[in-house]
Structure formats: C-alpha cells, structure tokens
C-alpha cells in the first residue's frame, strides 16, 4: 500500500486524516448494514440445492470486501495520524 506523503504542497494533514477517517466510519456503518440483512436459507431453495451454499459464499465474500477496505482505511488514517504526531513532537 502506498501511502500519501505530508508536505507543503499537499493535502492538509487533518483534512487527510479526515477524510480517511469519515470513509472508515462509513464503510463501518456498511458492514452493520450487511449484518441486519435478513439472510435466509428460505429465501434461496426454490432456486435449487446449491443455491444457498453460493449465496452464502458471496455474502461472506461481500462482507470480508468490506473488513479489508475497513482495515486499508484505518492504515491510512494510522499513518497520517502518526505524521502528524511526529511533526507535533519536533515542534517541541
């Protein structure tokens, strides 16, 4: 993962940490989301036998989508964060 670099010329640090943090809490609110779903073998056997097991195993992957994205966020937002960290303490 390539991370944004903090300098003069860029993005404010709080504007990124921000901005990455508002996206993390979003895709948290998403992945809730797919947690109330009501999701039901019944909703899938007139399809036939398989199809529960296939809409299970895309659900999981949906959800397992969503933990990675939430998790490349909050990377970001880490990193940011400890810049912003680090340019407080030389300021000291």
């Not at 036998?49 to 949906?62: F, N």
């Not at 969503?66 to 990377?75: A, G, I, P, S």
């Amino acid at each position: 993962m390539i991370f944004p670099t903090i300098h003069s010329n860029g993005t404010s640090p709080e504007m990124l940490r921000r901005g990455y943090e508002d996206a993390r809490v979003a895709v948290g609110k998403a992945l809730e989301a797919l947690e109330k779903i009501e999701f039901n073998a019944r909703d899938y056997y007139p399809q036939g036998p398989g199809a529960w097991g296939t809409a299970a195993a895309e659900q999981s992957d949906r959800y397992q989508l969503l933990l990675r994205v939430k998790d490349d966020l909050e990377k970001l937002e880490m990193h940011i964060q400890d810049m912003i960290d680090a340019r407080e303490a030389q300021k000291r």
